[in-house]
């Protein structure tokens, strides 16, 4: 077995190996924000990309006389 881990210096907490700071620094913020933002994007772009999608499927069916167009009324 190799024995090159240095388990003398193991740490239990996982900021001690967190490469931006520690707990509660601005790197632990920033890193944060920019998940939730590239989460939030990929999200929204993939409602739209679907939209598109299901736009095109719809008027593909609708070309091919298969469903008709949706009916709007007028409501007093």
């Known amino acids: ?7 003398d210096r193991w740490s239990e907490t996982v900021t001690d190996f967190w490469t ?13 924000v920019l998940g939730i933002a590239l989460a939030v994007s990929a999200l929204v772009g993939w409602v739209v990309l679907e939209r598109r999608s299901l736009e095109r ?16 009324t007028a409501t007093p």
């Open 1 to 7: 077995m190799f024995k090159s881990f240095p388990y």
């Open 20 to 32: 931006w700071g520690g707990h509660n620094s601005t790197g632990t913020y920033v890193l944060t």
């Open 57 to 72: 499927e719809a008027a593909a069916l609708r070309a091919s006389a298969t469903f008709d167009a949706p009916r709007t």
